[in-house]
Nanobody, 127 residues
Framework: QVQLVESGGGLVQPGGSLRLSCEASTKFFSIRSMSWYRQVPGKQREFVATEDSFGAKNYTEHAKGRFTISGDTAILSNNPKPTVVLQMGGLKPEDTAVYYC???????????????WGKGTLVAVSS
């Protein structure tokens, strides 16, 4: 069973930085994309950033210029434990949320492409 484990969350002051990391427990045959989402209690989970298998990166407006995503995305993945990192800077109180990583891909040639999710890591921005 695939597990994604996030780490790096915590309490930070406004303007500070955090580095979130997410490691998969198993090798993927192929990864379509690796992404980060976030969710505030009582609200829907929202997209933050993604990197696809061609290395193209996309960010939501609130993340542009402040966050950077870097993932082990590859059409044919060789990494035994693919990892995706979200480097966050210039943090604001409104960035407070639980951050989730997502991997979309194929575990083997025979399995369908699926979404896999971590359990989340809490980021709290407060003075």
């Amino acid at each position: 069973q695939v597990q994604l484990v996030e780490s790096g969350g915590g309490l930070v002051q406004p303007g500070g930085s955090l580095r979130l990391s997410c490691e998969a427990s198993t090798k993927f045959f192929s990864i379509r994309s690796m992404s980060w989402y976030r969710q505030v209690p009582g609200k829907q989970r929202e997209f933050v950033a993604t990197e696809d298998s061609f290395g193209a990166k996309n960010y939501t407006e609130h993340a542009k210029g402040r966050f950077t995503i870097s993932g082990d995305t590859a059409i044919l993945s060789n990494n035994p434990k693919p990892t995706v990192v979200l480097q966050m800077g210039g943090l604001k109180p409104e960035d407070t949320a639980v951050y989730y990583c997502n991997v979309n891909g194929w575990i083997t040639e025979a399995t369908p492409r699926m979404d896999y999710w971590g359990k989340g890591t809490l980021v709290a921005v407060s003075s």
